[in-house]
């Protein structure tokens, strides 16, 4: 059985990879689609052609985790895409911040993400794919933002090194690096602060990144960085000092 496991399928860019992947593919068999909200789960099959497989789980739970473990055990498939979206950021001061939830966004953004890939690598095939959300936050540190910038910056460099140690093997690895989205994802972000203007003003639409990202997967590309904007961003990221930019971005609150 051919499958495709995206996490963070419930909404945003988790949402856009399910409908977008059960488009372009007719030799899957299920796409399993896992998020905490069966409810949205269920929506989101609504609208798929696919045999879907509703997981309603909680990534940071290892009890949840065991389960899945023995489901992939139990039906053997062979898993031809993994698409990494569960996540979450919060803004604002780090100190003044909600010591739960800056713990776990750690243990979602890098732990389960982490996890779930090392217990899928287990069933995929040659020419299977591993497609891990990043973000542009990932290329500097950033204040107010500090938490999710760090483990963004996991995530790509995990996503990096292990694009090299499965080459090999051909599977491929591609770590999304998108700016600003429009999906719900600042609704909780901006909680306990405020996005930085300038990028507000280069909000992606969440259907025209997804399909880069699809794109290059299938390039074989390690990372997809979409738009110009964000493109610039990365090169400055590289060629000037960290120390300047974050002192530049202090004034552009």
Request: some cysteine; glycine content about 6%; aromatic content about 8%.
């Amino acid at each position: 059985m051919n499958i495709i496991i995206i996490t963070g399928a419930s909404s945003g860019m988790g949402l856009e990879f399910a409908l977008q992947l059960d488009a372009i593919f007719d030799t899957i068999d299920e796409i399993w689609l896992i998020a905490r909200r069966k409810k949205g789960l269920l929506e989101v099959a609504q609208y798929m052609d696919h045999t879907t497989r509703i997981l309603d789980m909680d990534l940071t739970d290892n009890a949840h985790m065991q389960r899945f473990e023995q489901l992939l055990k139990e039906e053997k498939p062979v898993i031809r895409m993994l698409v990494n979206c569960a996540g979450y950021g919060i803004m604002g001061d780090f100190s003044e911040g909600d010591r739960t939830e800056l713990l776990g966004m750690i243990d979602l953004n890098c732990r389960s993400l982490t996890e779930m890939t090392y217990l899928c690598i287990a069933y995929m095939c040659k020419n299977s794919r591993i497609i891990q959300l990043a973000s542009s936050a990932a290329f500097l540190p950033q204040p107010d933002f500090a938490v999710y910038a760090a483990s963004k910056s996991y995530v790509y460099s995990f996503s990096r090194a292990l694009a090299r140690e499965l080459a090999p093997r051909s599977i491929y690895v591609t770590a999304v690096c998108p700016g600003p989205v429009d999906t719900p994802f600042f609704d909780i972000a901006e909680k306990n602060g405020s996005t930085l203007a300038i990028k507000k003003l280069a909000i992606a639409k969440a259907d025209k990144v997804v399909r880069k990202a699809i794109a290059d997967s299938y390039k074989k590309k390690e990372r997809s960085v979409y738009g110009r904007v964000i493109k610039g961003f990365e090169l400055l990221a590289k060629a000037v000092p960290h120390e300047m930019i974050l002192k530049a971005m202090s004034y552009m609150k």
